[in-house]
């Protein structure tokens, strides 16, 4: 298959979400090709400062060489986002201007990688961002019991014959590569139904499920507030609904300064605000990107600021009673 080099997506969009100045500091915690992250460079010249991390050793590597020219101003650190603070600490980096986050995977990953992220290109069932994790797709795949396969299938991969796909599984494996498991889901679901190749929520559930993706952006949305200065931006780029629904609970909840169950008559959770919600709309590409970028067509950008944590004297004596 034709390599198509990753464009990084809402670029526009991400420069001005984060508010890039120039001296400013700006932690990329998904550097992927260093799209975003060159873009950031340039605009924070004379004087800004990144840190740019990846799980993938290949990224990282193919950022280094595609930000050289900013060597003196970029940290280039292999690690996962969910230890966003202990890196920033290592580095003695912190506070920052702006974080961004954009999940999921770049072209080089899904069209070029032989760890077996596309059904597209035969390869063994790896998915691990990180080669040093140990599990495996083909470990979840030919390990797991079916009762917990469909689960993955249904949970990360909102699979509708997540049960089935899991059954059919059961009967064939071991399961080597992409090739195979892509025919047993097709098998599986008794061919094409849609647009969609039948095995992409499959595939989607798997590399969720190996890398602990959603558990790791609940991690790192917590941290990226611990490291943001106040004023500072979180921006936060979505390819999938599971990934957008963490996101816009986590920054509705961070808005807010309490948290209670509606039930509770007085609010006791000791909760505040410590962001402020820049747009109420999410963000989405022109059509003019997504001619351009057809990978671009199901991101939805969030876009948080930094607030200062209000004291609580005032917000304890706001009781349920009181707002109703
Ligand atoms: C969509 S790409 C980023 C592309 C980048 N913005 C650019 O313009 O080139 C997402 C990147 O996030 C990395 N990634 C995914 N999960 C990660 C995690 N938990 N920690 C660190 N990097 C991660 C992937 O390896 C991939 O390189």
Redesign the pocket.
Known sequence: MLSVA????L?KE?IAALSVQPGGRYI????????????ILEQSTPGGQLLG????P??IR??TD?LSKYRDSVLIVQ?????LDTICQRYSFAPVHGV??????????LDEDPRGFSFQRDAELDMR??PAQETTAADIINNSSETELALILREFGEEPYARRIARRIGQVRPIKTTMELAKVVEQAVGGRHGKIHPATRTFQALRIAV???LE??ET?LGKAVEVLGTGGRLVV?S?HSLEDRIVKHFTQRESRDCICPPNIPVCDCGHTASLRVVNKKIIIPSEEEIRDNPRSRSAKMRVAEKIERSTRADTRARTRFSQN
């Open positions: 990753h464009k990084p997506v670029l991400t990329d915690c998904t550097l992927g090709d260093g799209g975003h992250a060159l873009a991390i990846d799980a993938d290949a990224a193919r950022a595609h690690g996962n986002f969910a230890d961004l986050l954009d999940l999921g995977l770049s072209s080089e990953q961002f990180d890398n602990r993706e790791n952006l790192a780029i390819y």
